[in-house]
């Protein structure tokens, strides 16, 4: 049974940053390409960024380019994403999902796997 759970959301001031972490156990790591979606109240769930099983390869949505960095580190199972700059707009519940296609990145739902419960974070003005 493959578990995501994430950790590192809080409410923070526009302009400021945070880290969020998502720890993947129960099957090797290196078997996903991994990934971050948020949906804000009202929305649907929209991707954020994903990285591919070495981290060679990342993609993201052009609303966070610039701002976001999505990393994984093999050693503790865990994949963050790293934001700075966060504007009200970032206000959401961040998921982390596993694909198990490791070399292949998706931006659509579908594809993914597994997903964790999700993270809040809130951007006041």
């Known amino acids: 049974q493959v578990q995501l759970v994430e950790s590192g959301g809080g409410l923070v001031q526009a302009g400021g940053s945070l880290r969020l972490s998502c720890a993947v156990s129960?099957?090797?790591?290196?078997?996903?390409?991994m990934a971050w979606f948020r949906q804000a109240p009202g929305k649907d769930r929209e991707f954020v960024a994903a990285?591919?099983?070495?981290?060679?390869?990342?993609r993201y949505v052009d609303s966070v380019k610039g701002r976001f960095t999505i990393s994984r580190d093999g050693a503790k199972s865990t994949v963050y994403l790293q934001m700075s700059s966060l504007r009200p707009e970032d206000t959401a519940v961040y998921y982390c999902?596993?694909?198990?296609?490791?070399?292949?990145?998706?931006?659509?739902?579908?594809?993914?796997?597994?997903w964790g419960q999700g993270t809040q974070v809130t951007v006041s003005s």
């Open positions: 990285i591919n099983w070495s981290g060679g390869y990342t």
């Open positions: 999902a596993a694909r198990s296609v490791p070399i292949l990145v998706s931006t659509t739902i579908r594809p993914y796997d597994y």
């Open positions: 129960g099957r090797s790591f290196s078997s996903y390409s």
